[in-house]
């Protein structure tokens, strides 16, 4: 029973241009959502995160978008970056679920020179 | 340094030993957890401790045991290790109040052989 998921295991986008990574989930109860990024060898870094009564959250390069009637989220980089390419787990927590995060399969992304 | 750190990073053992790996925070923390990442490359949360209390326990063989001296660490011991325990360890911590975010520590990779 695969609550979080990430449907694309790879993206390969040009330098310069937009990374859209996508995320589902199946639990009406998560009420926040994170995005971690991983290089091999090297455990998740977090990247940004969302609550539920946002739809949207940016910093820096990074945005991540919530559509919470379709259960969806998205994380967009631009300009993409040599340096991006990793592996990008979502995540998400329900209140009260002792703050148990429940991971995506992760997405790897390529961003080619 | 700040950060969370794992020791051994890599482990390799013979069926049937008992080994134990170490997590350390020095963020001021009060909530650790270990994760699993398995060959299918899925992060499932283990076991979560808060002020040397454990609060998470997921459907985990007893031959796994986590034990918090402090609230700065929490070290996972592994009875009679099995084949099907060979996978990438990782130690996270957040920070007090019910941040949602965690901090993972670089991961140990333990092989069963």
């Known amino acids: 029973d695969q609550q979080v998921k990430q449907n694309s295991p790879s993206l390969s986008v040009q330098e310069g241009r937009i990374s859209i990574l996508n995320c589902d989930y199946t639990n009406s109860m998560f009420d926040y959502f994170l995005w971690y990024k991983k290089y091999p060898a090297e455990g998740p870094t977090f990247l940004i995160s969302?609550?539920?009564?946002?739809d949207k959250n940016e910093d820096g390069r990074f945005t991540v978008f919530l559509n919470k009637s379709a259960k969806h989220l998205s994380l967009h980089i631009v300009p993409s970056q040599p340096g991006d390419s990793a592996v990008y787990f979502c995540a998400a927590s329900a209140f009260g679920g002792a703050q148990k995060l429940v991971f995506g399969q992760g997405t790897r992304l390529t961003i080619n020179p | 340094d700040t950060a969370v750190s794992q020791t051994p990073k890599y482990l390799v053992t013979q069926m049937g030993n008992d080994k134990s790996i170490k997590c350390e925070q020095n963020l001021g923390h009060d909530t650790m957890y270990w994760y699993k990442q398995d060959s299918k490359k899925f992060l499932k949360i283990m076991f979560s401790?808060?002020?040397?209390?454990?609060?998470i326990n997921e459907t985990v063989p007893n031959r796994f045991s986590p034990k918090s001296p402090d609230k700065a660490h929490l070290n996972l011991h592994i009875n009679s290790l099995e084949l099907g325990d060979s996978a990438v360890y990782f130690c996270a911590s957040s920070r007090p109040g019910g941040a949602r975010e965690q901090f993972f520590g670089p991961g140990t990779r333990l092989t069963v052989l």
């Open positions: 969302i609550s539920s009564i946002k």
């Open positions: 401790y808060n002020n040397k209390e454990l609060i």
